[in-house]
């Protein structure tokens, strides 16, 4: 494979051309941001780990029938993938009330909610990712009505999958962001899973161990990636 040029640098990533026309390049960075971009830093190894745990939990998916957009892992911060053409539509989903949920219903955070709740927003960094429902999206014609009943079959399947998975390692997975695209037909899973974009709380201390470490200030935000990675994979780093 060779590496060719960026096509896009977004906040986390940078994603690159290779010499096959259907499969990309992903460079895992150190930075983070918070608030759509208003807060930013960086943490040290998060591309690496982000990248480690992506790959652990796409080939986890995989061998439960649940199609990735995941190549290989040609170093600790690349990622060969599939090129899809991406929905834009970040879909959340969650099981206990956190964040903006826990905001917007009044709830408290930690609400353990009685059947898993599916979200849909717009991909738009501009917009700030407005909520939308499925009468937007066809309005809008952001993705057809099919395409949008296999995004929510998919994030539920992918949420019990991770769920039960993570019971063993003592994380609760609270909520977490997906995003999908087309594929020779197909709508396939791509984008990342990493602390980035899930809450991952310990079971029994209800510890964070994820990107809300930095939303919020709340110290040791390294300790808890390498903490996941750990509990994941077994690797220090
Ligand atoms: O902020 P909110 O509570 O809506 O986030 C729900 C979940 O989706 C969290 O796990 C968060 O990390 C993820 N998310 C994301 N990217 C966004 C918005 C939310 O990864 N733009």
New binding site residues.
């Given amino acids: 494979m060779e590496k060719k040029e960026a096509l896009y640098e977004g906040k986390a990533k940078i994603i690159y051309a290779t010499d096959k026309a259907d499969e990309l390049l992903v460079y895992y960075k150190d930075d983070a941001t918070a608030g ?1 971009g208003a807060k930013k830093g960086t943490i040290a190894d998060k591309g690496i780990m982000n990248n480690k745990m992506t790959a652990f939990f796409f080939e986890l998916l995989e061998k439960q029938g649940i199609k990735t957009h995941y190549v290989s892992m040609p170093s600790e911060r690349e990622m060969l993938v599939k090129k899809l053409d991406m929905i834009p539509l ?1 879909v ?1 989903m ?1 099981n206990v009330a ?6 917007r219903l009044g709830l408290e955070e930690g609400t353990v909610l009685s059947k898993p709740i599916v ?1 849909l ?1 717009y ?1 738009s960094d501009k917009l700030g ?1 407005p909520m939308l429902n499925h009468y937007h999206i066809q309005a809008v014609g952001l993705a057809t009505p099919e395409e949008v009943a296999k995004v929510e079959e998919l994030g539920l399947k992918v949420n019990s999958i991770l769920k039960d998975f993570l019971k063993e390692k003592k994380v609760d997975l ?4 997906l995003e999908f695209g087309r594929y020779n037909g197909e709508v396939v899973l791509g984008d990342e899973i990493s602390p ?4 991952f709380w310990d079971s029994d201390t209800h510890e964070k161990l ?3 470490r930095f939303r919020r200030d709340l110290g040791n935000v390294e300790g808890a990636y390498k903490e996941m990675l750990r509990r994941l994979t077994g690797e220090e780093r």
């Fill in positions: 759509n970040e959340v969650r956190a964040g903006s949920l826990a905001e979200e927003y991909k990712d609270i909520d977490f962001k980035d974009n899930c809450r994820d990107k809300d």
